[in-house]
Each structure stands twice: as C-alpha cells, then as structure tokens.
C-alpha cells in the first residue's frame, strides 16, 4: 500500500451558488484547454450543498510527461463552473475506473474506484488499484495504492462500507494467464484487510461493487464460459469476501459487464444489454435479482436491438423503493448518442429519451452518458462526453433535465419525440418577451448549416401545467434553415413553453410569459 497526495491547483473559482432547484441546461466542458483529446466524464454525484461534483480523465503534461490524469469539475446547481482540479503522478497514468466510480463517503467528501499505470525499464504493463480521496468540493485529499507491485491490477469501482473503510473491485492478470475478477477490502485508513479473486480459466471482469444487506458485498461484471461466450455475472460476498451464491446467465451471444446497485430493499438492480447476434448487436437490458439467492425477479430488454452494444452503465432508484433511472451510450463512432431511461420500481418503461449534442465545434450532434443522478427537483444530471469526429475533439458533456427528461418541459408532449438536440438554444428566439394576453409573437428560426431537418420544422406552445395548447408547421420548406415569422397565439396570462422540433428531434426551446 502506498499513500499519498499530489495535485493541480484549482483553476478559477468564479463563485459560490445556493443549492435550488435549477432549470435544465447543457454545457461541453474541457478539462485542459486543449481542444483536443482526452476530456470524459466517468461519474457524477452531488455534494450536501447540491454542487454537481463530475469525475473524469483528462490530457496533462509538464516539460517531460505526457499523461493522462484523473480530474474533476465542481458545478453550481444551475451548472455554473466554480472549480477543477488535476490530480497528477508522473511517471504514471491515472484512471477513474468506471462508469459510476465516484461514490460519496459518510463525512461528505467521495472516494472513487480507479487504478494507475506506467511500463517499466522491460516494457511490462504495471497497472495497480487506487482509491482516490476528495473532498465535498471535488479537491484531491490523497490517494491510496493497493495491491501487488510490478503486477497488472486494473480498479474499476470503490465504495465505503458500514464500518468505514472502503472496497474496490475490478480485474488482475496475475492468476494464472486469464483476467480474474478482484475485490480488496481495506480499513477506513486503506490499509488491506483482506483480497479475492474470482473466476474461470477465461477473461473475467468485475466493474461494480455494493454493500449487502446484513453485511457482505454484491459483485457485478462478466464471465466468459467456455467456448468463448460472455455472460452477464453477479455474485453475493459475505464480509470476507467468500461466495454466498453465484449468478451467471445470458443468451447464447456475448452480453457485456452487469452493473449492479443495491435497491432500498436489499434485492439487486442490473444494468446491462441482451446479446441477439454476434458483433455486439443487443437490446439495452434490466433485472432485479433477489438478494437471497441471485433468481431473477423481474427482467426487462427496452428498444430495438443495435449493434455496438446499445447498452446501460448505470441503473438506481430515483427515490428508496421509487421509479429507476438508467444511463447509457447508443450508436457508434462517431455518432454517438446519450440515452436516459425511466422505469417504475418493476421495470416498466415510462419514457426512454436520446440525446444529441451540436455546436460549432463539435458538429457531429455526437456524445454518450456513463452516469446519472437523480436531483432533489426531481430532474437528473447525466455526464458523459462530447466528442467530434474530425478534427477529433474529445470534452466533458454534463446535461440537467427535468422529471421527464426534457430540457425544455412539456417535450414529452410531442408524439415520437425520443431525441433532443442538447445544445441550439440560439436556434429559436422569440419577442417581446414577456408579451400581452392575444399579443403578436415573432418567432426566428436560425438553424446552423450543418443541421438538416429532418421533415417540416414545426412549434409546439406548451403551458406550465403540462398541456399541449398550440401546434403549427412553420410556413419553410424541409431544409430551409432560416425562417422569421409574426405568430398571433393568442393565449392568457401564464408560462409558456416553445418546442422548435422536425419529424423525428427536439431542437431547441424557449420560455414565454403572457402577461
């Protein structure tokens, strides 16, 4: 085990906010000023003063290193940008693990589940598990390596435990020739209590890890089975790590990793795809396991099957014992798309939304989410990365949405509306604002060259009680990208909500109050 604590000085504090509710919003943020590669959000949690606290991996160097490095980025709750942080180790490569590998910790402050990296003078891979300490402002307290030296240890997810000290999971090449699966148990000062590995004589993987009721651990990832097929693995741990039960199951395809949380129940919530053919083609999936013996109590696939593993990260209750949220990628690279997904408490979908980003720099409408919180308006942050094709940019992506996943509320009003377009506010404006009660309302359309409609652009008004009250196709031809137009609307006092939208996307919004 080896301690210590190495940083980047904060950048610019450019101020404090009050936690309230916010307004959704969507912001591209890179960590080193680069435009260029590197810049991704890996997990996302709130701080008890409601601050978004994102941890990802970014580019560094100084005068002899270049590397990555673990990074953070604190947002105030209306996703204003207060701080970021660096932590840099050369010679080494520090990583955040996983999706979801920031947890946060009993006083406050998180601990993420990550490892380090760095090749010796033989060009052997040295990879060893590290905990990373930050505090309720995402600042870097130290870090805590574990495991073997001069192995491979890869850490992918941390959390603390009832009696204080923390567990990481992930996987080790050190068995044997095949990756094992690994959980390291440590005291609340990080030092080993106790390791296991778990697995076959195959590739196996472990990316999440939570507590169990009663004491123990669930553990989460992928077994490959001979001959040579992935499936989804969940075990049940007691308090020295030894195997309670063991799930294993799948379709006769590679389905990838199983991410687990605990429910307010003590059963397991899966997240994950469901394999239909070879070449990664899947629906996204959820389960629930029952905690006493890992049988499935429900189970259910959302969407159509895709190729690149349409997939979820990261699913948990909104509220204990309440509606689930999940998170994940869908497409490909380079278009790449955020993908929310609501259920009840049994799985049942309630509305599952896409997420497209564009601006002028990264024009592919291309990014993907790795994880996602609820708020306490009800509404979630989800982060991932932005990222464009050609020239390759690469950037933290952090998106607010309401309880529907709207960031324009009342979206979930238009029929067939499963994507939005995160990041072309500009492309609707509307004046006066506020007007008169039956006033005449103009409307400008402006949208970029490298968007196309797809179909007729259309506006939908929205009031602030979540009825549809106005509809019209805007008088321009599909394709034509710019269109200024006096609407009378005629509608009473209130909030009002405009949706600029084609046949298949939501591109953009604005508020209007009728006085």
């Known amino acids: ?38 810049s991704t959000g890996w997990s996302v949690e709130l701080n008890d003063a409601g601050e978004i606290v994102v941890v990802g991996i970014s580019d560094w160097s100084d005068s002899l290193y270049y590397s990555s490095v673990v990074s953070s980025l604190r947002l105030s709750p209306q996703g204003e940008f207060i701080s970021s942080e660096h932590f840099w180790d050369p010679p080494k490569a520090t990583y955040p693990g996983w999706s979801n590998s920031t947890n946060k910790r009993s006083d406050g402050g998180f601990v993420v589940g990550g490892s380090n990296f760095n090749i010796d003078s033989l060009d052997n891979w040295l990879q060893r598990p590290v905990l990373y300490f930050l505090n309720a402002a995402g ?20 959390k603390q435990t009832p009696d204080g000290g923390y567990v990481i999971c992930g996987e080790t090449s050190s068995v044997g020739n095949a990756l094992q ?9 990080g ?24 004491g123990g651990y669930f553990l989460g990832g992928e077994y490959w089975a001979p001959p040579s097929n992935s499936q989804l693995w969940v075990q049940a741990l007691n308090d020295t790590g030894g195997v309670v039960w063991d799930k294993k199951w799948g379709s006769s395809f590679d389905e990838p990793n199983a991410h687990l949380t605990t429910a307010a129940d003590g059963h397991v919530l899966v997240a994950s795809a469901w394999a239909y053919g070879d070449n990664y083609l899947t629906k996204r999936y959820l389960a629930k396991l029952d905690a006493a013996d890992g049988t499935i109590i429900w189970q259910r696939q959302y969407g159509s099957a895709g190729y690149n593993y349409p997939v979820f990260y990261v699913v948990q209750e909104i509220v204990s014992g309440g509606d689930l949220i999940a998170v994940g990628p869908a497409g490909g690279f380079p278009n790449y798309y955020g993908v929310l997904l609501r259920t009840t408490s049994s799985g049942d979908s309630l509305w599952m939304r896409q997420y497209q980003y564009h601006d002028s720099i990264v024009s592919n409408a291309s990014g993907l989410f790795r994880d996602v919180v609820p708020t306490p308006d009800g509404g979630f942050i989800a982060v991932g990365t932005a990222l464009q094709a050609g020239p390759y940019t690469q950037d933290v992506w952090v ?21 939005q377009i995160t990041n072309l506010r500009d492309a609707l404006s509307v004046a006066p604002n506020p007007v008169a009660s039956g006033g005449m309302v103009h409307v400008s359309v402006k ?66 109050m009728v006085e």
């Not at 106790?194 to 507590?211: C, E, K, L, P, V």
Request: glycine share 10%; hydrophobic share 40%; aromatic share 6%.
């Open 191 to 214: 030092n080993e209590e106790w390791t296991r590995t778990y697995g076959g004589a195959n590739n196996d993987y472990a990316m999440a890890i939570d507590t169990r009721p009663g």
């Open 399 to 419: 998106i607010k949405t309401d309880s529907m996943g709207c960031l324009e509320p009342g979206c979930h009003l238009i029929m067939g509306m499963e994507s």
């Open 139 to 158: 600042g870097f307290e130290q870090f805590i390596e574990l495991g073997p030296e001069n192995q491979e240890w890869i850490g992918r997810q941390a």
């Open 1 to 38: 085990m080896i301690k210590g604590s190495n940083r980047i000085a904060a950048l610019l504090l450019l101020g404090l906010c009050q936690a309230v509710a916010a307004q959704p919003f969507n912001l591209r943020h890179d960590l080193n000023g680069s435009y260029s590669t590197g």
């Open 181 to 189: 699966a690994f959980v390291i148990k440590t005291d609340a000062q």
């Open 447 to 512: 949208l970029p060259e490298s968007l196309t409609p797809q179909g007729p652009l259309r506006l939908t008004v929205t009031d602030a009680t979540g009825r549809m009250v106005h509809e019209l196709q805007l008088p321009s031809p599909a394709g034509q990208l710019t269109t200024d137009n006096w609407l009378n609307l005629q509608l009473p006092a209130g909030l009002y909500h405009l949706h600029l939208h084609d046949a298949t996307r939501w591109i953009s919004g604005a508020k209007l």
